[in-house]
């Protein structure tokens, strides 16, 4: 009688073992976050993404920054000034579910989303490449960043973005009509107050 307590005890014991091993290795494990879907698969939904062309660094009030931001409905332009960015001209034109999109199917197909697996790139572009300018891509959905990247004039190698960079800066320009009126007066390379 004894020797069938003790063959339960010593199963109960295994059990135990076994419950405790598996909730060691596979119970402390985060869910993985949803991994990021292709550009076009976004065209129905909030999200939005956008392009800044990021001037060099210099006095917070002489700093400036242009951002277009594209979603199903809308196209805007801002012009941005300082680190802590603020808004100081705007321009917002319609846009449609058709339209877009073909231009996420474009910007997809020039690698927007693309990063670099090199980890000695920060992927702050705060302060990189000083002189130059930053080019940040950002994929926003329901007010979260689903992938941010960024890429600069200081060469490939200075920047977490892959993309065909020369391509997506044009067809975000494209967007806007009258880019080239409307932005004419930024200088992203100000040193004096104009």
Known sequence: MWFGRLISIFAGIIIFIILLVVLLTHGGKKPQPNPIQPLPSYAGTNAQVSFTTDGMVNADQLHRSIRITVTNSEITLDVLKGYNPQIIRSKTF?????????????????????????????????????????????????????????????????????????????????????????????????????
Do not use: H, M
């Not at 993309?163 to 494209?174: D, E, M, N």
């Open 94 to 194: 319609q846009n449609n579910q058709e339209a877009y999109t073909v231009f996420l199917k474009a910007i997809n197909n020039s690698g927007f989303l693309a990063k670099t697996s090199n980890k000695k790139i920060p992927d702050d572009d705060a302060g990189q490449c000083p002189l130059g300018t930053r080019y940040i891509l950002d994929l926003n959905n329901e007010g979260s960043d689903l992938s941010r990247t960024w890429a600069s004039s200081c060469g490939s190698n200075v920047g977490t973005s892959k993309a065909a960079l020369g391509a997506i800066q044009t067809l975000f320009q494209a967007q806007v009509p009258g880019y080239d009126t409307l932005t004419s007066d930024v200088d992203l390379f100000a040193t004096a107050e104009q």
